[in-house]
């Protein structure tokens, strides 16, 4: 398994738009009652009615089941509007069944071209496991915010899914490509149909961390999943994704010895029990292969984000080898088989961007993922940045991917450096003075 990171969403402030709104389809609008979060084992509670729906509508994946407007959240300034969404998906995990997700539309102060907006679809990395953490009702970090700016300057609209579970009920399946990919390519689906004329059938999957390997597995999902969607590539930074490495590759994997949750710091721990295997095993509590410290800090990781879950982490002082009793290994089955994308073989062309100061996914992770990509065929464009961190890497790491995405919508053709690919060495020291570089 690799070593993650997360992001710090925010809560965020009401501002407001000094750019009138472009016209969207009426929103159908719902209570705003919130419900208390509740140390419930999926993290459920404390959105809106807004995140809900009992009986599930009957309709197919990608279909819009209601939409209101973002008021209450600080949009990024470059957005004109911001539009709440829940819709259909399927679900990621177990036998295919019907699943309300949720998410959001931004769009461009730019004047929108002849046939619509161009479609960024961003998948946002590591917030938590509870609903409160969905970026459509938190918000979002200066990080991200100067992030979507830039896609958003660039004349772009931004469809964001929450992920399977983050916002709506039931479990988040943290990490599982299957259920982020279902999620994420059906909040395109679904704003593609409910804002006709608006959007543009153009994606980029664009996602750093969790979201890279979402954006990946979506790539890899799509074309027997949403054949109709035009995908044209990916932008991935900060890798945290698993494929299966060829038989007899050209670059073999690096080992990672970051595995399973004892060896992984005590607040990811967390997040990998209460989010991946509590959704591999929704019939039992994963609480129950927790120590009292444990269960201390599964009841933070239930009812707050990912700040809180650090901080909660920190003033513990624990490994996370005391948060766990023996049994967990039964937690433990189907998840590498749950997470690892069966092969790098992706179809469209895809950038990736790491941070040789990255000490949150693994640089042996991430040189796995370019070389099981390259070697499967897929046409990578891998950029290595001296002295970034993970965070540091998103918004830096522009001055590469744009031209990248602008090749794409151009037609053109994308450089492949997968003749050349080389092996990082250990973490370096942040580069100070740069924006997010911590």
């Given at each position: 398994?690799?070593?993650?990171?997360?992001?710090?969403?925010i809560?965020?402030?009401?501002?407001?738009?000094?750019?009138?709104p472009v016209?969207?389809?009426?929103?159908?609008?719902?209570?705003?009652?919130?419900?208390?979060p509740?140390?419930?084992?999926?993290?459920?509670?404390?959105?809106?009615?807004?995140?809900?729906?009992?009986?599930?509508?009957?309709?197919?994946?990608?279909?819009?089941?209601?939409?209101?407007?973002?008021?209450?959240?600080?949009?990024p300034?470059?957005?004109?509007?911001?539009?709440?969404?829940?819709?259909m998906?399927?679900?990621?995990?177990?036998?295919?069944?019907?699943?309300?997700?949720?998410?959001q539309?931004?769009l461009?102060?730019?004047?929108?071209?002849?046939?619509?907006?161009?479609?960024?679809?961003?998948?946002?990395?590591?917030?938590?496991?509870?609903?409160?953490?969905?970026?459509?009702?938190?918000?979002?970090?200066g990080?991200?915010?100067?992030?979507?700016?830039?896609?958003?300057?660039?004349?772009?609209?931004?469809?964001?899914?929450?992920?399977?579970?983050?916002?709506?009920?039931?479990?988040?399946?943290?990490?599982?490509?299957?259920?982020?990919?279902?999620?994420?390519?059906?909040?395109v689906?679904?704003?593609?149909?409910?804002?006709?004329?608006?959007?543009?059938?153009?994606?980029?999957?664009?996602?750093?961390?969790?979201?890279?390997?979402a954006?990946?597995?979506?790539?890899?999902?799509?074309?027997?999943?949403?054949?109709?969607?035009?995908?044209?590539?990916?932008v991935?930074?900060?890798?945290?994704?698993?494929?299966?490495?060829p038989?007899?590759?050209?670059?073999?994997?690096?080992?990672?010895?970051?595995?399973?949750?004892?060896?992984?710091?005590?607040?990811?721990?967390?997040?990998?029990?209460?989010?991946?295997?509590?959704?591999?095993?929704d019939?039992?509590?994963?609480?129950?292969?927790?120590?009292?410290?444990?269960a201390?800090?599964?009841?933070?990781?239930?009812?707050?984000?990912?700040s809180?879950?650090?901080?909660?982490?920190?003033?513990?002082?624990?490994?996370?080898?005391?948060?766990?009793?023996?049994?967990l290994?039964?937690?433990?089955?189907?998840?590498?088989?749950?997470?690892?994308?069966?092969d790098?073989?992706?179809?469209?062309?895809?950038?990736?961007?790491?941070?040789?100061?990255?000490?949150?996914?693994?640089?042996?992770?991430?040189?796995?993922?370019?070389?099981?990509?390259?070697?499967?065929?897929?046409?990578?464009?891998?950029?290595?940045?001296?002295?970034?961190?993970?965070?540091?890497?998103?918004?830096?790491?522009?001055?590469?991917?744009?031209?990248?995405?602008?090749?794409?919508?151009?037609?053109?053709?994308?450089?492949?450096?997968?003749?050349?690919?080389?092996?990082?060495?250990l973490?370096?020291?942040?580069?100070?003075?740069?924006?997010?570089?911590?």
């Amino acid at each position: 398994m690799r070593r993650i990171i997360g992001l710090l969403l925010i809560a965020a402030l009401s501002v407001g738009n000094s750019v009138a709104p472009v016209p969207l389809p009426p929103a159908q609008q719902t209570a705003a009652t919130e419900t208390a979060p509740s140390p419930h084992r999926f993290g459920d509670g404390g959105t809106s009615a807004f995140y809900s729906s009992n009986p599930l509508p009957a309709v197919p994946p990608g279909t819009m089941v209601r939409t209101e407007k973002m008021d209450g959240l600080h949009l990024p300034s470059s957005a004109a509007s911001g539009t709440r969404l829940l819709y259909m998906s399927t679900s990621g995990v177990g036998q295919p069944a019907p699943v309300l997700v949720s998410g959001q539309l931004l769009l461009p102060k730019t004047a929108m071209p002849k046939g619509g907006w161009p479609i960024i679809a961003w998948e946002h990395g590591t917030t938590g496991i509870a609903d409160i953490c969905a970026p459509s009702w938190r918000g979002y970090s200066g990080r991200d915010r100067a992030y979507l700016n830039r896609w958003l300057d660039e004349g772009f609209a931004i469809v964001a899914t929450d992920y399977q579970g983050l916002g709506t009920p039931g479990p988040h399946p943290y990490l599982l490509y299957r259920a982020e990919g279902y999620s994420a390519l059906d909040a395109v689906r679904a704003a593609l149909q409910q804002f006709a004329g608006s959007l543009r059938n153009q994606i980029i999957l664009v996602g750093q961390s969790q979201g890279s390997g979402a954006a990946l597995g979506s790539a890899w999902l799509a074309p027997h999943y949403a054949p109709t969607l035009d995908i044209l590539g990916v932008v991935a930074t900060g890798l945290v994704v698993d494929f299966a490495a060829p038989a007899h590759a050209a670059h073999p994997p690096i080992p990672v010895h970051y595995d399973d949750p004892t060896n992984m710091d005590a607040a990811y721990a967390i997040l990998r029990v209460e989010g991946t295997d509590q959704s591999l095993h929704d019939d039992r509590d994963v609480r129950d292969a927790e120590t009292p410290a444990g269960a201390a800090l599964s009841a933070v990781a239930r009812t707050a984000c990912l700040s809180d879950l650090f901080k909660a982490a920190g003033a513990q002082k624990i490994s996370s080898r005391d948060l766990f009793r023996p049994d967990l290994s039964t937690f433990e089955a189907g998840e590498s088989a749950a997470s690892i994308i069966p092969d790098g073989a992706l179809t469209i062309p895809v950038f990736a961007g790491t941070g040789l100061a990255d000490t949150e996914a693994s640089l042996p992770g991430q040189y796995n993922a370019v070389a099981a990509m390259c070697d499967a065929g897929a046409r990578v464009t891998w950029h290595t940045y001296p002295g970034l961190t993970h965070n540091g890497t998103v918004n830096a790491s522009l001055t590469d991917s744009l031209p990248f995405v602008r090749g794409l919508l151009s037609g053109q053709s994308t450089a492949s450096t997968c003749a050349a690919i080389p092996i990082p060495g250990l973490p370096q020291p942040p580069t100070p003075g740069i924006p997010f570089n911590d």
